[in-house]
C-alpha cells in the first residue's frame, strides 16, 4: 500500500510563514504529480499548488507570489513553503500525489491523499 504523511503545520500569525513537508512512501514505482489541497471547515476542498515531473508548477490564484511548492523526487518528497500568510489561509492541508505503485498497470496511476495537517493563522 502507499502512504502520504503530512508535516509542518500549526499556528502562526498573520504575516508568518511555514513550510510543509510530505512524505510518499510504499509500493511505489513512479510518481507523475505531486502537490497540495486545503479544506476549510464548512467549505470544498481546494487546489492549492501542484508539481509535475518535470518541476513544472500549477498554483490556485490566491497563493501566487505567496507559496512555492517543490519535490525532491528521489525522496518522493513534497513541499509547500507558505510565506505571508493570512487568516484566510487556515485550513487543512492535505498531501495529493498521482502516482503508479509496484505492480501496477503499466502507464496508468492514481490519487492517493495524506491525512491532513492543520494551519492555522491567527493573532
Known amino acids: 500500500q502507499v502512504q502520504l504523511v503530512e508535516s509542518g503545520g500549526g499556528l502562526v500569525q498573520p504575516g508568518g510563514s511555514l513550510r510543509l513537508s510530505c512524505v510518499a512512501s510504499?509500493?511505489?514505482?513512479?510518481?507523475?504529480?505531486m502537490g497540495w489541497y486545503r479544506q476549510a471547515p464548512g467549505k470544498q476542498r481546494d487546489l492549492v499548488a501542484t508539481?509535475?515531473?518535470?518541476?513544472?508548477?500549477n498554483y490556485a490564484d490566491f497563493v501566487k507570489g505567496r507559496f512555492t511548492v517543490s519535490r525532491d523526487s528521489a525522496k518522493n518528497t513534497v513541499h509547500l513553503q507558505m510565506n505571508s500568510l493570512e487568516p484566510e489561509d487556515t485550513a487543512v492541508y492535505y498531501c495529493y500525489a498521482d502516482l503508479m505503485e509496484d505492480y501496477g498497470e503499466l502507464g496508468v496511476t492514481d490519487d492517493y491523499w495524506g491525512q491532513g495537517t492543520q494551519v492555522t493563522v491567527s493573532s
Open positions: 510504499g509500493s511505489i514505482h513512479y510518481i507523475n504529480a
Open positions: 508539481i509535475g515531473t518535470g518541476n513544472d508548477t
